[in-house]
């Protein structure tokens, strides 16, 4: 099956800060990449849409000015938290779909744990 | 906007009893799939539905999708220890975005 990567797999910052998280499609292209967000115990919810050579598309809610997202080629998207605050620890998890057997899986990244202190 | 409901939010079961999982979307979906997440991971993806009707089997997981293509559920048949985790349905619907519902956690007790 496909491989996403994500990198860091956890970071603690001071509140402020800001912190870029990397989203790596290993062993196929994807021009386009999600970042969901996910609080303890809930569900994923869907932040953005990385799209390769343009603009990401924002879900109603998340600030496109707080939240940059770049998708600097076909296997690379980011996501940068800007002068992050306690109320954005979560965890961020990226996925990247790629039509396997018929069916267009989403592989998902392994997440990467944020704590703002 | 589309929302897609799950319940139950959480079910405790003796192994070997059966779990199931129900899904609900408030509008027609194109497809809908299921993922997998197990304590501090990420969601493994399991099945896609696409068909009206449609009934598909992996080993003792049975997943249905409804006629409308609006519900779909998620059947365990002899629970394992080692499908405790948490289950979500994800929809899709005129958008390429999966709208992923609230997940239904499974306990397995020994």
């Known amino acids: 099956g496909a491989v996403v990567s994500q990198h860091p797999s956890w970071v603690i910052c001071k509140s402020g800060t800001s912190v870029k998280i990397e989203c790596r499609s290993l062993?196929?292209?994807?021009?386009?990449m999600f970042w969901y967000r996910q609080f303890p115990k809930q569900s994923l919810m869907l932040m953005a849409t990385?799209?390769?050579?343009?603009?990401?598309?924002?879900e109603q809610g998340v600030e496109k000015d707080k939240f940059l997202i770049n998708h600097a080629s076909l296997t690379l998207s980011t996501l940068t938290v800007t002068s992050a605050h306690p109320e954005d620890s979560s965890f961020y998890i990226c996925?990247?779909?790629?039509?396997?057997?018929?069916?267009?899986?989403?592989?998902f990244g392994p997440g990467t744990r944020l704590t703002v202190l | 906007g589309q929302q897609v409901m799950q319940i139950p939010q959480y079910q405790h079961v003796q192994e070997g009893e059966d779990f199931t999982t129900y899904c609900n979307s408030s509008?027609?979906?194109?497809?809908i799939q299921w993922y997998k997440q197990r304590p501090g991971g990420h969601p493994v993806f399991l099945i896609q539905?696409?068909?009206?009707?449609e009934v598909k089997k992996q080993k003792r997981l049975t997943f249905q999708f409804g006629e409308a293509k609006k519900n779909s559920s998620l059947h365990i048949t002899a629970t394992q220890t080692t499908d405790v985790g948490t289950y979500f349905c994800?929809?899709?619907?005129?958008?390429?975005?999966?709208?992923f519902g609230s997940g239904t956690r499974l306990l397995v007790r020994p």
């Open positions: 996925s990247a779909p790629r039509r396997l057997a018929g069916d267009n899986e989403q592989f």
């Open positions: 062993d196929f292209q994807a021009t386009t």
């Open positions: 990385s799209n390769e050579g343009s603009k990401a598309t924002y």
């Open positions: 509008t027609t979906l194109s497809n």
């Open positions: 539905l696409v068909k009206s009707g």
């Open positions: 994800a929809g899709r619907g005129s958008s390429y975005k999966l709208i």
